[in-house]
């Protein structure tokens, strides 16, 4: 095996840039790329949705036509192929009517069809893809609940073809919480044999009612399961982020581990960057970030004075901690001298609170309601600590890349975050999610800001952290060698 080059078929959901919605979508855009360089041979597969930009992104018809049974029919589908973008890796496209529009088109309301019946679909296509091209899979990589369902169609296949009892299989969970909640009809829908699955029968439980979830399925049959960081890997083992999962997953506790997600270090270079007013690196971090805060300040309508401006650039939902974040805010903003720019959208309460503060202190806050990647970029560049105080964080890239920047992250010790911070080392971190604990943290960066000596070290400190995905990758591998 040491001398036979890995092959690994990649299946997910999203893949920037051609359909991204979240950070599932980034991981699987830029991992493979990183394995690759450590000679792995890697094909990716998603669904062909309308969505994706076909004059963008060149594709090909690879073949017309290939039969699957769901829905206790004989479906087809017909599979494509592209490239990865700046890469020589494979993409395949099974192209199908239920496909077409969006990413995600939720539950079935008036209709028949809705996100899971549609990535059953996909999890038996690809499976039916291996199948007709003849391709010889070491590995499948499968990607949160979308494909949770993979390994369980790989054990049906392997009765009939014995070469798919060759192929392993990785389910990484990138968060919990989303699950893939089905009827018991999912079982016929995807031609499923109830006496061969017994983890898929396991399945059932009563006190929901008829349920079944796939990502449990996939919990209970693959042959390893991972987290993007190894603190979530421990916390989902308990019944506070466990999300009815924790029992399930503690009897595959020998075969669950973490791996930090990586980010993406050409993207986001401060020497590099062209959004940002002064590009900066280690050498020139202090003469050149000063100008690019002085710029935030400025199109931020805020004072360019002399004070800490704290950056928050997040999904505005309570899941980040806004509803420890934002009271904090209100005393911490009445009694001390700091600004905060902020960006993001979500919930209309957040969206709301965020505008009332701007309202309450114009010369303090300013809130941006949007999206955009050229002012987020600029927040990372302009901002001196970053707020990331999530209530549950799988991984986090938000820190990753303010610590690029010589931003230093104000977080909460849960998750990801845990990894990756490190109190007074490259960050101020906190541990018990409450507002006095958010108010102590705010307080600490205040007082850091002002001890100049310790400040430029941490700064410092966290531009050399290696956040690569060529870390992340080399741990991946290692991961695949072992179910070998």
């Not at 991992?31 to 094909?43: D, E, G, R, W, Y």
């Not at 796939?214 to 982020?241: H, M, Q």
């Not at 931003?407 to 490259?426: F, S």
């Given at each position: 095996?040491?001398?036979?080059?890995?092959?690994?078929?990649?299946?997910?959901?999203?893949?920037?840039?051609?359909?991204?919605?979240?950070?599932?979508?980034?991981?699987?855009?830029?991992?493979?790329?990183?394995?690759?360089?450590?000679?792995?041979?890697?094909?990716?597969?998603?669904p062909f949705y309308g969505a994706i930009d076909k004059k963008k992104f060149k594709t090909t018809l690879v073949k017309r036509n290939i039969s699957v049974e769901v829905d206790l029919n004989k479906g087809k589908f017909d599979l494509y192929k592209t490239k990865l973008p700046g890469s020589s890796i494979d993409i395949f496209l099974v192209k199908h009517k239920i496909f077409d529009g969006k990413v995600y088109i939720g539950k079935p309301k008036n209709r028949k069809i809705g996100d899971v019946e549609r990535f059953v679909f996909f999890s038996k296509a690809l499976v039916e893809a291996?199948?007709?091209?003849?391709?010889?899979?070491?590995?499948?990589?499968?990607?949160?609940?979308?494909?949770?369902?993979?390994?369980?169609?790989?054990?049906?296949?392997?009765?009939?073809?014995?070469?798919?009892?060759?192929?392993?299989?990785?389910?990484?969970?990138?968060?919990?919480?989303?699950?893939?909640?089905?009827?018991?009809?999912?079982?016929?829908?995807?031609?499923?044999?109830?006496?061969?699955?017994?983890?898929?029968?396991?399945?059932?439980?009563?006190?929901?009612?008829?349920?079944?979830?796939?990502?449990?399925?996939?919990?209970?049959?693959?042959?390893?399961?991972?987290?993007?960081?190894?603190?979530?890997?421990?916390?989902?083992?308990?019944?506070?982020?466990?999300?009815?999962?924790?029992?399930?997953?503690?009897?595959?506790?020998?075969?669950?581990?973490?791996?930090?997600?990586?980010?993406?270090?050409?993207?986001?270079?401060?020497?590099?960057?062209?959004?940002?007013?002064?590009?900066?690196?280690?050498?020139?971090?202090?003469?050149?970030?000063?100008?690019?805060?002085?710029?935030?300040?400025?199109?931020?309508?805020?004072?360019?004075?002399?004070?800490?401006?704290?950056?928050?650039?997040?999904?505005?939902?309570?899941?980040?901690?806004?509803?420890?974040?934002?009271?904090?805010?209100?005393?911490?903003?009445?009694?001390?001298?700091?600004?905060?720019?902020?960006?993001?959208?979500?919930?209309?309460?957040?969206?709301?609170?965020?505008?009332?503060?701007?309202?309450?202190?114009?010369?303090?806050?300013?809130?941006?309601?949007?999206?955009?990647?050229?002012?987020?970029?600029?927040?990372?560049?302009?901002?001196?600590?970053?707020?990331?105080?999530?209530?549950?964080?799988?991984?986090?890239?938000?820190?990753?890349?303010?610590?690029?920047?010589?931003?230093?992250?104000?977080?909460?010790?849960?998750?990801?975050?845990?990894?990756?911070?490190?109190?007074?080392?490259?960050?101020?971190?906190?541990?018990?999610?409450?507002?006095?604990?958010?108010?102590?943290?705010?307080?600490?960066?205040?007082?850091?800001?002002?001890?100049?000596?310790?400040?430029?070290?941490?700064?410092?400190?966290?531009?050399?952290?290696?956040?690569?995905?060529?870390?992340?990758?080399?741990?991946?591998?290692?991961?695949?060698?072992?179910?070998?």
């Open positions: 095996m040491a001398n036979k080059k890995l092959s690994v078929l990649m299946a997910t959901a999203e893949l920037a840039p051609l359909a991204k919605v979240g950070g599932l979508g980034d991981v699987a855009g830029s991992l493979p790329k990183a394995l690759q360089k450590l000679n792995t041979s890697i094909k990716m597969i998603m291996i199948k007709v091209m003849k391709w010889n899979i070491d590995l499948i990589h499968c990607h949160d609940w979308h494909t949770a369902i993979v390994p369980t169609f790989i054990d049906e296949y392997s009765i009939e073809d014995r070469k798919f009892s060759n192929i392993k299989t990785l389910l990484t969970i990138h968060n919990l919480s989303v699950q893939g909640r089905s009827g018991l009809d999912i079982v016929d829908y995807g031609g499923l044999h109830h006496d061969l699955t017994p983890a898929l029968m396991e399945d059932y439980y009563d006190k929901d009612g008829d349920l079944i979830t796939l990502v449990r399925i996939g919990i209970l049959s693959a042959d390893y399961v991972n987290t993007v960081s190894p603190n979530y890997a421990k916390e989902i083992l308990t019944k506070e982020y466990g999300d009815g999962m924790e029992d399930f997953l503690a009897r595959r506790k020998k075969h669950l581990t973490g791996i930090v997600n990586g980010i993406d270090t050409d993207l986001f270079n401060p020497k590099k960057d062209k959004f940002i007013k002064k590009k900066y690196d280690l050498k020139t971090v202090l003469k050149n970030k000063p100008v690019n805060k002085k710029y935030l300040q400025t199109m931020s309508g805020l004072p360019t004075e002399d004070v800490p401006v704290l950056g928050l650039v997040s999904r505005l939902f309570d899941q980040k901690g806004l509803d420890i974040l934002l009271p904090a805010l209100k005393k911490t903003l009445k009694k001390y001298d700091f600004q905060l720019v902020v960006l993001g959208t979500g919930a209309p309460e957040h969206e709301k609170a965020f505008e009332d503060l701007a309202k309450i202190y114009p010369d303090k806050v300013k809130a941006n309601i949007t999206f955009n990647v050229g002012l987020a970029q600029e927040i990372y560049g302009g901002s001196d600590f970053f707020l990331i105080p999530s209530r549950f964080e799988p991984c986090g890239l938000g820190q990753m890349i303010a610590m690029r920047y010589g931003t230093i992250p104000i977080a909460r010790q849960t998750g990801g975050l845990k990894d990756t911070v490190t109190h007074n080392k490259t960050g101020i971190v906190f541990k018990k999610y409450t507002q006095k604990e958010m108010i102590k943290a705010i307080e600490q960066s205040l007082k850091l800001y002002k001890n100049k000596g310790k400040f430029v070290k941490m700064i410092k400190t966290d531009m050399k952290e290696d956040f690569s995905w060529d870390r992340s990758a080399k741990e991946y591998l290692k991961l695949y060698n072992k179910l070998k």
